[in-house]
């Protein structure tokens, strides 16, 4: 295959992130179309899709003990400077522009609503006001992917919407086996962006085990012991994943580095990895190979699943992957890793996306574990779910494709009635 595609679309799909993707897209839209006001807003509308509306009502935001749209909202108006930092912009979170965001906030000056009809599962429209004038951005089909912006009715900048999708059909193209044999062969230069990616996301699950707003990472540090692999890797898998996932979940100002827009995701990929590597002692290149297994992996299901989804991608999508890159990392022949794929997404197709918070860190952690003690039972134990069971079909790309199905069409009402409950849930909170 075409190494030069795959080594494109792993840094096009590997983006920096501060925060939960969704409010940190809703303050970068917000934050571009202030620039192009060219002054402070008196008010804010932002009109997102239901996808981002259930990933982002219960978040924390970076850095101000706040949760939810409208606190990214209001914060996007002082964050006006940073837009070409695309989903770092929260990196430059300060006390005295959450202060500001506060009162802006109670001051009643920020309207969110999610649109039942879009023109992408994510989409998201700011439009700030000022003494008669009008300015907006939307963004679409990616976080950071800004598609327009105009003021007072006309439109200053435009482009097509489906900026990686080519790029990913491309990569799709291709076998699996042709993918892992492609990786097998490459050199430490050409993929060591990734151990660089991962450096990043353990120094979030660091601070997200040190920092008492946090319990799970903790709590699981204390639980660690001296065993044997697998489980020690499955405990520090687990351990890596559910810290970083959490701090970022409360809103800590930690960046992580994101696969395939989402942050979760890669928090799974990059710590589930590392993890795996740092137990079996592996080199620098065989870890940076696992690693682009598991990315590639992950890449090459949500080229099928696409952005939102109604089951958890983390599960389904990035432990799967690191599922194929563990048993990479413990000399598996391609069979060891199709069939360690299929144990994952035949164990955990059906567990839902109900938006982002903590309990994304129970889940993506308990998935990373399971996907490292598939990986070895696969491998070792030349034990999986048999091929043409259930979801599982007789080769990787046609149960792929099957997940593909089950979330678009398969799951549409599914992903109306979270939506409904998320809603419900939220009008019970503000009565207490």
Known sequence: MDKQLLIDVMKNEIEKSTGCTDP???????????????????????????????????????????????????????????????????????????????????????????????????????????????????????????????????????????IAEEKVDGLVSYSVSEIIETIRCMELAEIEFLIEAAKINKTASNIGIANGKAKIGSTLFEMLEDVNFPYSAMMLGKLYTASAAEARMIGLNVPIMAISGSGNHGITNFLGMTAAAEILGVSNVEFARGLAVSSAITIYIKGHIKRMTAFCGCSVAAATGVAAGTAYLLGGSYEDMVNAMHSVIGALAGIV????????????????????EYAYLAKEKDVFIPRGNGIVGHTIEETFRNMGRLNNPGMLETDKCLLDIIESVQNENKKL
């Open 24 to 162: 940190g897209s809703v303050s970068l839209a917000v934050a571009k179309a202030t620039e192009v006001l060219g002054e402070k807003p008196d008010r804010v509308e932002v009109d997102v899709s239901p996808n981002v509306y259930k990933n982002g009502v219960s978040v924390g935001v970076p850095g101000t003990d706040g949760r939810g749209l409208d606190q990214a909202a209001a914060l996007g108006v002082f964050l006006f400077r940073w837009t070409d930092e695309r989903l770092g912009i929260c990196d430059y979170v300060e006390s005295g522009m959450v202060d500001k965001s506060k009162e802006y906030l109670e001051e009643g000056n920020v309207k969110i609503k999610y649109l039942r009809q879009v023109p992408d599962p994510l989409f998201i429209e700011a439009r700030v006001y000022r003494e008669g004038k009008l300015a907006w951005a939307k963004i679409q089909s990616d976080y950071s992917n800004i598609v327009e912006t105009g003021m007072n009715g006309e439109v200053i900048f435009s482009k097509p919407a489906e």
């Open 353 to 372: 996306c109900d938006g982002a918070k903590e309990s994304c860190a129970y889940k993506l952690s308990t998935a990373t574990s399971a996907a490292i």
